[in-house]
Each structure stands twice: as C-alpha cells, then as structure tokens.
C-alpha cells in the first residue's frame, strides 16, 4: 500500500534535521534508500569540478546543512540555498551570495562552486568524505566532514579585515604570513604579517571577549610596504578588548568600533 503524497514530501524535511547528528546514515524514507548524513556535520569545501575541470578550496571555503537549508561560504562570500534530501540525492536551489570584492582567483573558485553547487546531485560518502556529483558526473563538490576548531590552541590564520558591515581580504602583496594562537599559558603568539610578536591575553567565554595586553612585544624585521602596512594594522587592532565571534573554523575579532579581522582555522 503506497504512503499518502503529503507523508512522502514532509519526510526528508524531517530526515534532514535528524540524520547525521550521530554520525549514522539516516533512517531514510520508509524501505528506501537511507537520507544522506549531511546535517548536523559542518563540511569544509575541498575542491569543485566544473565541465570535468577540478579546482582547489581556498582556505574557509564551507558549508552546513540545517532546517533545510544549505548556509556557507566560498572563501570569498557567503551563501545561501534551499535544500531537499531523498535518499542519496540531495536538490539544492540558489537563493542568494553576499557582494564582497575578493581577489580574482577567489572570485573564479566561487563562480564554479555555485555553479556546481546547484540542482539535483547525488552523493556518495566514503569515510569523512562526501562527494556531491551531477548526473553527468562532470560538475561536483568534494567535502570533507571537521569537527569545531577550539578557540585555544588553533593556529588562526588571518584572510580578511572587518570594517563595521563591510568585510575585505587582505592588502595585495601583503603575503599570507599573518596567523596567532591562543595559548593555554594565557598569551598569543604569532605573526603580524612581517614580524613576530607575543602578548598577555585573557579570553572571557560568557561575553565573548578576548582581552589583549598591549603594545605587543615583536621583532624588528623589516618587510615589503604591504607587508608593513597589514602589520599597522593589526598590530593596533591587537591591543585592547576583543569581540570574537566563532563559526565552526572560522574566526572573527572586532573592536567597540567595529574594525577587526577575520582568520580560518589552519589545516592540521
């Protein structure tokens, strides 16, 4: 006896919210297939194939599945889109991308992701890994399933500044050497783009603070004029109180004015 058509259209919804939070595949829908086990997991990007053409992630590229939604981000902007789960097939439908300027490259990665990032795909999983393929198979998105990166003890590496709305990456030229760690001895230690430095910090969990001991002690190595003025930059900014915002391997640091950062969880 067939299950009445409004049963069979509310179950992947239900499916979506509920599969995966365990790590299993899924009940599924009825005797079908079990539901792919993409909710509850957040999935870093890894690469996207495009007309049979494969393109590296860079570093933050993501996405999370919840309440039939598809949230994340491209390494450049953020995204959002409908999602529809049946059994190993998972339908995605567009809905919008943020308009943050990035460098050319990113700009390319984001254009394939959305563009393979969309329809019905099917997926297959094989370990940590997920694979989302069109039916041709020429257009898919590799992911890949991380657990949260803790506050301490990451290495943070900064790809963008924050400007009260207004998100940027980084100065041309200003190279890719910026990254710190909170340490458990209480201090964070790193680069600033040029120079190393080292300071007292003190992080407060219920009002989502991290307090900086200012000025930071650095060397005194002298760097290109971008390298130098991405290490002003922060280099003030690091100096005083912190509102940090953690998103999964994402995080962002702003000051009472606004002005911050933002920095991706570094790959183990």
Not at 89 to 107: F, N
Not at 173 to 202: E, H, P, Y
Request: net charge negative; with cysteine; glycine share 14%.
């Amino acid at each position: 006896m067939s299950k009445p058509r409004a049963l069979v259209v509310l179950v992947p919804f239900l499916l979506l919210t509920a599969c995966g939070t365990e790590g299993g595949a899924g009940s599924g829908a009825g005797a079908g297939e079990p539901d792919l086990p993409v909710a509850g997991t957040h999935w870093t990007v890894d690469a996207v194939t495009v007309d049979g053409r494969r393109s590296a992630a860079p570093d933050g590229a993501r996405v999370d599945f919840e309440d039939g939604r598809a949230r994340g981000n491209s390494g450049c902007n953020t995204f959002d889109a409908g999602v529809v789960v049946r059994g190993d097939t998972l339908t995605v439908s567009p809905d919008g991308v943020t308009e943050i300027g990035c460098p050319a490259d990113r700009q390319r990665f984001e254009k394939e992701l959305l563009k393979a990032f969309s329809g019905p795909l099917k997926g297959t999983t094989k370990g940590d890994a997920l694979r989302l393929a069109s039916a041709d198979g020429r257009n898919s998105v590799e992911l890949t399933a991380e657990e949260e990166a803790p506050l301490r003890g990451t290495t943070w590496k900064v790809d963008g500044l924050v400007s009260g709305d207004t998100a940027s990456s980084l100065p041309a030229g200003s190279g890719a050497k910026a990254r710190f760690v909170l340490g458990a001895d209480g201090r964070i230690t790193g680069n600033l783009g040029c120079n190393d430095f080292s300071a007292t910090a003190r992080v407060d969990e219920k009002s989502r603070t991290l307090t900086v001991g200012g000025p930071a002690a650095t060397t005194r190595m002298m760097c290109t004029s971008p390298q130098m003025r991405l290490e002003t930059k922060l280099y003030e900014l690091l100096d005083g109180p912190l509102g940090y915002r953690l998103n999964h391997r994402t995080l962002t640091l702003t000051d009472a004015s606004g002005e911050g950062l933002t920095a991706a969880a570094a790959a183990r």
